[in-house]
């Protein structure tokens, strides 16, 4: 490789997106491939910080200023810890990125979609994804197979009507060509194989 690739996969709850991730991570770093691991919201002090924050069920932010959160929080994980990464010519695996904003904050939440990605754009500015992966499994099976919803996480307290707008919103990606779709339906270790061969692609 010449340069750093930016890898991202996404998911609604329960798909499998941590497991994934650090497989993925585990095997490029075992085929000689320089390769970070980090996430989103979060991956950086500050970013943890505000992740805390949007994660906890005694706040209640409004649709705008949520997505503004994740922005910031985006922002300082990529000028921390992506940026540099990248620039020394390291993989960097991403477990969520501007996907799940659009399709939290656009689809789930109903901000105008053009909104959200011109605040993704500015926000990410000058990067570009490399790959982004959808892992798809439907809402009701992730937390079937999570085992229900965490009552500590605020967006998991959120209807299923929510997440099946969110899961809509990755398909719709998907179909547009900004996400390819994994089938999950295998075991970890399928779907794993099923990434690795997406990712080679671009190596």
Known sequence: MNSGKFIVIEGVEGAGKSRQCALLTDALNEMGVPTVLTREPGGAMLA????????????????????????????????????????????????RFIYSTLAYQGYGRGLDLQFVRRVNDITISPLKVDLGLFLDITPEAGFLRKGGANSADRLERE?????????DGFKKMCEAGELTAIDVSGTKFETAEKILSAVRGIL
């Open 159 to 167: 209807s299923m009507e929510f997440f099946n707008r969110v899961y």
């Open 48 to 95: 943890e910080a505000v992740r805390t924050l949007l994660l906890d069920p005694k706040y209640s932010p409004d649709a705008v200023t949520e997505l503004y959160l994740y922005s910031a929080a985006r922002r300082d994980h990529l000028n921390e810890v992506v940026f540099p990464a990248l620039d020394a010519g390291k993989v960097v695996v991403c477990d």
